[in-house]
């Protein structure tokens, strides 16, 4: 069975820059999470999407994040323009969603804003 | 509001040697879930264990083992015989029951295995 697929894994941007981030979640899997990753600490919850309306983006910084999942299926995280703040792993989950569910990752895209 | 603290940063044992983790938890709800991922230099979070609030089974799955005590919100993770391939971060992770929240994670621990 494929994993969480994420693209690209590295990407090397200057500050006020845009930036986006691919992902495709494993296949039958409703709900979708992207979490941010700074150096150092566990991953902390941007968005969470179920099928492909938003179930949480308390986290969300909105005025430079957005996030969409079209068609419930794959998911783009962009930011618009890009902090030094931002540098860190974005990693893309998914899971089949209920209580205490197991989620998957994908392998991250490594953000650095110089 | 939920918090998990792993209070080791970073942890160095020889190869072959028996290494645990800490893990303490805080929530205010009565069924909830914790988990542990393995996070490699490759960077993918790898699932390794789930256990509900409700099962303070321990279970041992190979060199792995788990210690759940809800009296302490304490769920530790034991490593036996460790190898060179374990070197990883470790999370510790909490969620609840709604079935509809995002894992809180803690800080992590790096466990460097040397040969």
């Known amino acids: 069975e494929a994993g969480v697929a994420q693209s690209p894994r590295y990407k090397i941007i200057e500050k006020r820059q845009s930036v986006a981030f691919w992902c495709n979640p494993i296949?039958?899997?409703?709900?979708l999470y992207w979490y941010q990753q700074i150096l150092g600490q566990g991953p902390k919850l941007l968005i969470q999407?179920?099928?492909?309306?938003?179930?949480?983006d308390s986290q969300l910084p909105k005025d430079r994040f957005s996030a969409e999942r079209l068609k419930g299926v794959d998911s783009t995280l962009k930011i618009q323009p890009a902090k030094l703040e931002d540098s860190a792993v974005y990693l893309c989950?998914?899971?089949?969603?209920?209580?205490?569910?197991?989620?998957?990752f994908g392998a991250g895209t490594r953000l650095s804003v110089l | 509001a939920q918090k998990v603290t792993q209070a080791q940063t970073e942890i160095s044992v020889v190869e072959k040697e028996d290494v645990t983790l800490d893990c303490v938890y805080e929530?205010?709800?009565?069924?909830?879930?914790l988990f542990w991922y393995k996070q490699p230099p490759s960077g993918e979070l790898v699932f390794l264990i789930r256990?509900?609030?409700?099962?303070?089974q321990n279970e041992i799955s190979g060199r792995y083992s788990w210690n759940f005590q809800k009296s302490t919100s304490s769920f530790n993770f034991t490593i036996t015989a460790s190898q060179v391939v374990d070197s990883a971060v470790y999370f510790c992770?909490?969620?609840?029951?709604?079935?509809?929240?995002?894992?809180?994670f803690g800080k992590g621990t790096r466990l460097s295995v040397i040969a």
């Open positions: 989950a998914s899971s089949f969603g209920g209580a205490g569910n197991i989620q998957y």
């Open positions: 296949s039958g899997h409703a709900t």
């Open positions: 999407f179920q099928n492909n309306g938003v179930v949480d």
């Open positions: 929530t205010r709800d009565t069924t909830y879930y």
């Open positions: 256990r509900n609030s409700f099962d303070e």
């Open positions: 992770a909490l969620s609840d029951n709604s079935g509809n929240t995002p894992l809180v």
